[in-house]
């Protein structure tokens, strides 16, 4: 029973909605890490190059602030398409009122740098998964249904088939039935592959934006204690009203 629904899960992943969902994170991913590298490379780049003025601290902090921006986009981003809770980072909180006091929070800030670090790092990432995730689907797909569109070579162009390749006396083309079905088989091989390899090249993305764009381990620790406490305080309160009541409703009545 547990292979049947292990063959079953596989066979199904190819129209299943998370493993579209996935692959559409990873091809969403490019065009948007293109916009986050561009901007934070360029950012700072060029706070850097003005701290020797006063200018290049607002531009830094600016750039840090925009970067927890993007971060609130890519917890959206996997919350919605990779069905992941990522909490928000803690706030950045000035210790005295002024823009002064809010930029120098920004720039000692933790979770704000790892903002931009991501916004950095995740460029190069999302380039090689939307590549290497393109690659796998289309050739999978295009493969399988082969048998559906092979036709189109014999009638719009003077080739038999798909030209796989060419040399100076022989050309090899699918167009018999063995190759036609050999590609087909191929194809489907892909076809199923094809959700795996995306769901492997997603967790990555999974433990970038968790380590990355949540809290950080001290935090979340803080976090835990905080609620831990609050469990305490009220449990109790609510030792003590039932106190109360029993003297109310038992000693005292008896006196």
């Not at 060029?46 to 750039?63: D, E, K, N, R």
């Not at 088939?161 to 022989?170: I, M, P």
């Not at 088989?185 to 999974?206: E, K, N, S, Y």
């Amino acid at each position: 029973m547990a292979n049947g629904t292990g063959i079953g899960r596989v066979l199904r992943a190819p129209v299943s909605g998370w493993a579209w969902r996935e692959f559409g994170y990873l091809m969403l991913g490019l065009p948007l890490s293109t916009v986050y590298f561009s901007l934070a490379i360029t950012g700072i780049s060029l706070g850097a190059g003005l701290l020797v003025t006063f200018l290049g601290i607002p531009v830094l902090a600016g750039v840090l602030a925009m970067c927890r921006g993007f971060g609130h986009l890519e917890r959206a981003r996997v919350r919605g398409l990779l069905r992941v809770e990522v909490a928000d980072p803690e706030p950045v909180r000035a210790v005295k009122p002024g823009p002064l006091a809010a930029m120098g929070a920004v720039l000692k800030s933790g979770s704000a740098w790892r903002h931009a670090l991501y916004s950095v790092i995740h460029f190069p990432w999302a380039v090689f998964t939307f590549s290497l995730a393109l690659v796998f689907w289309v050739y999978g797909w295009a493969m399988l249904l082969y048998p559906l569109w092979y036709w189109v070579f014999p009638t719009y162009t003077d080739q038999p088939g798909l030209e796989l390749f060419e040399n100076d006396d022989r050309s090899f083309y699918l167009d018999g039935p063995a190759e036609i079905a050999a590609a087909c088989l191929i194809g489907l091989a892909f076809t199923l592959l094809t959700p795996w390899v995306v769901r492997a090249l997603t967790t990555v993305d999974r433990v970038l934006v968790a380590g990355l764009l949540g809290p950080s381990r001290l935090a979340h620790r803080v976090s835990e204690l905080e609620s831990d406490r609050g469990v305490v305080v009220d449990t109790a309160a609510a030792d003590l009203r039932r106190i109360e009541r029993d003297l109310h409703d038992g000693a005292q009545a008896r006196l």
